[in-house]
T-cell receptor
């Protein structure tokens, strides 16, 4: 089955620790995105990548980093510099036409 | 003016009611339009694309008004299971900026009551 996998579904970390969220896709889509969603809020773009080995900052990139070494994978690292990391993180892909596809999300809680 | 704007709601309606949401967009060069549905604590899922001529899928009707730069979603005979947040998505070739070319609205919350 083609799709987007995000793991884990729930993640708990202590403040001050870096944490990496996984996003894998087998849809063969070039573009991949990371969004953050806070309760009652819309999606805010963190980073996006339109091709392997290239990525661009979104609207709220501070405190986050990404890599795109393979087409299938676009991991997001939440660093200790991110002031309010607790949120729902969504990975998405886009085939260049039509709609965007979302993974199931990772809910990160930092205490 | 924000690039994509939606009334956040909540819209509280009884079962069986007809409810309509609007979404306005600022870039007249926008090319593709979608409505997504997001359930609580879940990822957004495509509800329907919005075509220039308007389109219908069962109880759902989507309309595009390019002159006034808005899209609409009409839900007839509301069901309890329609309770969700509805996100408007606009895609335009010439947006530029940091987001590539996909812009999400913040969503409109619908709550259908028995």
């Amino acid at each position: 089955d083609g799709g987007i996998t995000q793991s884990p579904k729930y993640l708990f970390r202590k403040e001050g620790q870096n944490v990496t969220l996984s996003c894998e896709q087998n849809l063969n889509h070039d573009a991949m995105y990371w969004y953050r969603q806070d309760p009652g809020q819309g999606l805010r773009l963190i980073y996006y990548s339109q091709i392997v080995n290239d990525f661009q900052k979104g609207d709220i990139a501070e405190g986050y980093s990404v890599s795109r070494e393979k087409k299938e994978s676009f991991p997001l690292t939440v660093t200790s510099a991110q002031k309010n990391p607790t949120a729902f993180y969504l990975c998405a892909t886009y085939p260049g036409v039509g709609e965007q596809y979302f993974g199931p999300g990772t809910r990160l809680t930092v205490t | 003016r924000k690039e994509v704007e939606q009334d956040p709601g909540p819209f509280n309606v009884p079962e069986g009611a007809t409810v309509a949401f609007n979404c306005t967009y600022s870039n007249s060069a926008s090319q593709s339009f979608f409505w997504y549905r997001q359930d609580c604590r879940k990822e957004p899922k495509l509800l329907m694309s919005v075509y220039s001529s308007g389109n219908e899928d069962g109880r759902f009707t989507a309309q595009l008004n390019r002159a006034s730069q808005y899209i609409s979603l009409l839900i007839r005979d509301s069901k309890l299971s329609d309770s969700a947040t509805y996100l408007c998505v606009v895609i335009g070739r010439s947006y530029g900026g940091s987001q590539g070319n996909l812009i999400f609205g913040k969503g409109t919350k619908l709550s259908v009551k028995p």
